[in-house]
C-alpha cells in the first residue's frame, strides 16, 4: 500500500473515531460522509478537464 493510500486510511480511522467519541451515531456519521462526497463531486464537476482541484476551492466549507 501507498504512503498516501496509508495516510488517507489513518486520516478517516482517526476522524471516524473522533466523531463516534464525540457522541455521532453510525448513522449520523453516514450523513457527514455523504456531504463530504457530495461537496468533492461539486468540487470535481468544476474542474476542467486536465486539472486538479485548486486548494482555496477544497477549503471552502
Do not use: H
Not at 450523513?31 to 468544476?46: F, G, P, R, S
Amino acid at each position: 500500500m501507498s504512503t498516501d493510500k496509508k495516510g488517507t486510511k489513518i486520516l478517516a480511522r482517526t476522524f471516524f473515531a473522533q466523531l463516534r467519541s464525540g457522541g455521532y451515531s453510525p448513522n449520523q456519521i453516514l450523513d457527514i460522509a455523504t456531504e463530504l462526497i457530495d461537496l468533492v463531486t461539486n468540487d470535481l464537476k468544476d474542474v476542467k478537464p486536465g486539472e486538479g482541484a485548486a486548494p482555496e476551492t477544497r477549503a471552502q466549507a
